[in-house]
């Protein structure tokens, strides 16, 4: 079974930054690449950004774009989420996932990483 771990989140003011690591270990999707998740109070999950983990493409859902970069490194079986310019509406728990497209492959989810932007 796939293991993830998600970490780096914290208390950021508006405009700050914050770099999140995800870790997968276990069972690993090796044909899929990997994504970003939030998930705000009251709201449902929503996908952030994805790599392909052949091609390292990236794509970013719009409320992103241009603020966040997704990475990874594939030795360590990491991905990486720079977040910059944050805002308020960024609050949320993020998640990773390996991921087809926007849509994760397993059900499985770690204990996210709570990410809080307020000045």
């Known amino acids: 079974q796939v293991q993830l771990v998600e970490s780096g989140g914290g208390l950021v003011q508006p405009g700050g930054s914050l770099r999140l690591s995800c870790a997968a270990s276990?069972?690993?999707?090796?044909?899929?690449?990997m994504g970003w998740f939030r998930q705000a109070p009251g709201k449902e999950r929503e996908f952030v950004a994805g790599?392909?983990?052949?091609?390292?493409?990236?794509y970013y859902s719009d409320f992103v774009k241009g603020r966040f970069v997704i990475s990874r490194d594939n030795a360590k079986n990491t991905v990486y989420l720079q977040m910059n310019s944050l805002k308020p509406e960024d609050t949320a728990v993020y998640y990773c996932?390996?991921?087809?497209?926007?849509?994760?492959?397993?059900?499985?989810w770690g204990q996210g990483t709570q990410v809080t932007v307020s000045s």
């Open positions: 996932n390996f991921v087809a497209g926007t849509v994760q492959v397993s059900g499985v």
């Open positions: 276990g069972r690993t999707y090796s044909n899929y690449g």
């Open positions: 790599i392909r983990w052949s091609s390292a493409s990236t």
